[in-house]
């Protein structure tokens, strides 16, 4: 059974939090590449481009970072992922993937230009850690023997959250390798690679995304309809919409208490994102985790 643990990050502009699995026992395996036409169908650049405005502005540490081209690239790695067959779940499952990780990469705050949604995607790694003094994402010795793999960190290396999903710990560094690279020593070694190559970047939050955290689902099948919740789940509060998945990716924090502002910046990327693409979000009440316990 994996083990999880959610630690805060704050991060001057970002304020986001490390919430990814220990473990990859259940991590999909990246099949063969896949052609990405459907995708590029469903949401092209000039969508990308009025999804992120100030995706390149000289502020922004993504600036000529995070492109369309690598986000496509990178989604084919996953060939799952939004690729239901039906164009209005597959839209909403790519307005709620960036919806997510607009919250945890946004430059935005409430006065900002073109509204603080249209600041996602602005930062590419956890503010101030560029310095190698965030050593707080540390776990002592090889918590990934179980795994069949050593993720014991490498002197001289920090494990801080980079990437759309702010992919944090030498656990799920290695987790990510294993699974994208095939050798989970990578990433342990060199995790600056998941804020240097840009498709590196958006696999690791794609990966995320696909991956399932027993007991969670992934957000991948909560998203698409393919997670139906039990008895126990139900009467936690928990059912299929995009706020099950803000409780997925940060649940311990923000989910089963009055929402904050947090989850409403989580909710207003995912509405705007939908809008540009011409799909409705459906159900107010299904976007929020407020009356949702947490696992």
């Known amino acids: 059974m994996m083990k999880f643990i959610i630690a805060p990050i704050v991060a001057g502009p970002l304020a986001t939090s490390a919430h990814l699995l ?29 999804f ?36 209005d779940v597959d839209a909403l ?10 919250h945890e990469t946004t430059g935005g705050w409430a006065t900002a230009p073109g509204g603080a949604q249209s600041w996602g995607y602005c930062f590419k790694e956890e503010n101030g850690c560029d310095n190698g003094t965030c050593t707080q994402y540390t776990a002592k010795g090889n918590p990934c023997k179980g795994s069949g793999y050593d993720c014991t960190a490498v002197a001289g290396q920090t494990y801080y959250g980079r990437g759309p999903i702010q992919l944090s710990w030498n656990y799920n560094y290695a987790a990510f390798s294993e699974s994208i690279l095939g050798d989970a020593s990578k990433l342990v070694e060199n995790p600056g690679r998941v804020s240097e190559e840009p498709v590196l970047s958006y696999q690791s939050a794609l990966w995320f ?15 698409s309809g393919n997670w139906t919740p039990s008895d126990s789940d139900k009467a936690k509060g928990r059912t299929a919409g995009y706020g099950m998945v803000t409780n997925i990716i940060n649940g311990g924090i923000e989910c089963n208490k009055k929402t904050g502002s ?17 799909v409705s979000v459906g159900e107010e009440g299904l976007l929020y985790c407020n009356d949702m316990e947490s696992y």
């Open 209 to 223: 995304w696909m991956t399932a955290q027993s007991p969670k689902p992934s957000c991948h099948d909560v998203i």
């Open 262 to 278: 947090k989850v409403i910046d989580r909710v207003e990327f995912y509405k705007r994102y939908a809008k540009i693409m011409d």
């Open 52 to 87: 992120f405005p100030n995706i390149d502005n000289v502020n922004c540490s993504g600036k000529d970072f995070f492109s369309y081209d690598s986000f496509i690239t990178a989604t084919e790695s996953f060939p799952d992922f939004a690729n239901s067959g039906d164009d």
């Open 22 to 50: 220990r473990g990859a026992e259940r991590a999909p395996q990246p099949r063969a590449l896949t052609s990405s036409s459907r995708i590029k169908k469903l949401f092209t650049k000039t969508m990308f481009n009025d």
């Open 93 to 102: 499952e790519i307005a709620a993937f960036l919806g997510q990780t607009s």
